[in-house]
């Protein structure tokens, strides 16, 4: 059987049925923002199938009004955390740090243990089950995953959320109209 051959493959139970994840999905978000990151990542934990393979915690803009602690990145894995003890799921897939700003040019990647994870999780050929990568807010360390390694580009199906609203379909949150962003 499929589950035989793939060692990653394993059977989850939900009630009476069982099912064996049919994604691999690495979970890349500002972690310390809004929590539309962390109900995303609580759902992705939830499903059957999943099979979590990373979580990144990245970085807020400085002036985000999110960034509270002025580390986001360190804030944000600590709702991962947090997240995890409460559902019961620790060690279930490593939480690891992110980009910590933007990309100080276009061309130079900011190398971090992030980056590292997506590199490799996307290059094993080890498995036969797609991976997506999910992933909300800065994109900056998908980006210099694609710098260090663009071979990526082909082996992962990225969705992103993020960005402004669309003008003329939603008002943009309170903060943007006080800050003008």
């Not at 390694?149 to 993020?162: C, D, F, K, L, Q």
Request: proline share 8%; aromatic share 6%; charged share 20%.
């Amino acid at each position: 059987s499929h589950f035989e051959r793939d060692p990653c493959m394993k059977l989850t139970s939900w009630g009476s049925t069982q099912f064996a994840p049919t994604m691999r999905v690495v979970a890349d978000n500002d972690f310390a923002g809004d929590p539309d990151g962390i109900i995303q990542l609580a759902h992705h934990l939830l499903s059957p199938s999943v099979e979590m393979r990373g979580i990144i915690s990245s970085h807020l803009r400085a002036d985000d009004h999110w960034n509270r602690t002025g580390d986001s990145v360190t804030a944000g894995i600590d709702s991962i955390n947090e997240l995890l003890a409460v559902m019961k799921y620790q060690n279930t897939a490593p939480v690891v740090r992110g980009a910590d700003g933007p990309l100080t040019t276009r061309n130079t990647p900011a190398d971090s243990e992030g980056v590292r994870l997506i590199i490799e999780e996307a290059m094993r050929d080890d498995v036969s089950t797609p991976l997506y990568f999910v992933c909300g807010g800065s994109l900056t360390t998908l980006a210099s995953a694609w710098l260090l390694e663009p071979r990526i580009a082909s082996r992962m199906i990225v969705v992103w959320i993020g960005g402004a609203e669309y003008p003329g379909t939603t008002p943009p949150p309170p903060v943007a109209i006080v800050t003008g962003k």
